[in-house]
T-cell receptor, first 115, second 112 residues
């Protein structure tokens, strides 16, 4: 199957700082990527849908000014957690949709810990 | 928002036994998918079943779908310790938006 990578795999940062997470589709061009958040022992919650060249669509309750999404190219979407707080500590997973097969492929996730 | 409910929440079995996990959902769907997640890792797509299908097989996996009851089941036969993971169902609705809505998941522990 198609490969989606995320960078970094894990990151620890201090409260108040910003952290950028990258999501790349390695062998296909993804016009649409998705960002999910997963708290321990819980399911994935969709945060936002990222469309190449346009603004992201955020799910209800997700602050767009806090979670900045940039999908500047067909193979890269970034999620920036601004002014991070300990409650932002979570596992962030991206997925990319193959426009030809219409399947979603998930990245390995990024564990964010805010101290 | 989450739509699916899996049961059981957690399941512990011995190697060689079968494991059955159930998923219920609320809205009309285009398809339903099952994913596996090892602890702290990303998701692995297991199988997709469309709304007009009732049963699908893939290796040791068997998935059923009952759209009248809005439910699906995942059966893993002859389980192995390596099957230990969390399993999630996810639905794609008929609303025209192809986003995945995940259930809460079942944690499966297979003991040697």
């Amino acid at each position: 199957g198609a490969v989606v990578s995320q960078h970094p795999s894990w990151v620890i940062c201090k409260s108040g700082t910003s952290v950028k997470i990258e999501c790349r589709s390695l062998d296909f061009q993804a016009t649409t990527m998705f960002w999910y958040r997963q708290f321990p022992k819980q399911s994935l919650m969709l945060m936002a849908t990222s469309n190449e060249g346009s603004k992201a669509t955020y799910e209800q309750g997700v602050e767009k000014d806090k979670f900045l999404i940039n999908h500047a190219s067909l193979t890269l979407s970034t999620l920036t957690v601004t002014s991070a707080h300990p409650e932002d500590s979570s596992f962030y997973i991206c997925s990319a949709r193959d426009p030809l097969l219409y399947e979603q492929y998930f990245g390995p996730g990024t564990r964010l810990t805010v101290t | 928002s989450q739509q699916g409910e899996e049961d059981p929440q957690a399941l512990s079995i011995q190697e060689g036994e079968n494991a059955t996990m159930n998923c219920s959902y609320k809205t009309s769907i285009n398809n339903l998918q099952w994913y596996r997640q090892n602890s702290g890792r990303g998701l692995v797509h297991l199988i997709l079943i469309r709304s007009n299908e009732r049963e699908k097989h893939s290796g040791r996996l068997r998935v059923t779908l009952d759209t009248s009851k809005k439910s699906s089941s995942l059966l893993i036969t002859a389980s192995r310790a390596a099957d230990t993971a969390s399993y999630f169902c996810a639905t794609v609705s008929n609303s025209g938006y192809s986003t995945l809505t995940f259930g809460k998941g079942t944690m499966l522990l297979v003991s040697p």
